[in-house]
């Protein structure tokens, strides 16, 4: 069996809409400024490792604080979902005991 041509052909399109992009002025000019940027950036971390470590403690710290906000509320969404679950029968219970108020009772 011969193997899928699939993922060769993926990376090739890719590489060849890549390629057709940088015809265009605007495109080329973006991507050598990121590019730039991306250089300088890795140059200065790689200079001041204490403060990418630093930066990345800090990132870490936020998504572990957004990771409990989440839980937090998700657990609060649960427990109200739990409360809404008993709500039908309570109302029916509501309206048992006014539908029973309100009639007559059957004379025997």
Known sequence: MGQSKLLVSIVAGAAVGAALSMFDRTTR????ASTKKMKEAISY????????????????????????????NVNMITEKVEEFKDVPSTIQGMIDD???AFTLPDKE
């Open 29 to 32: 000019e973006k991507t050598i």
């Open 45 to 72: 971390y790689a200079a001041n490792r204490e403060e990418l470590q630093v930066l990345v403690e800090e990132k870490v710290l936020a998504a572990k604080g957004l990771y409990e906000t989440v839980s937090d």
């Open 98 to 100: 006014t539908k029973s």
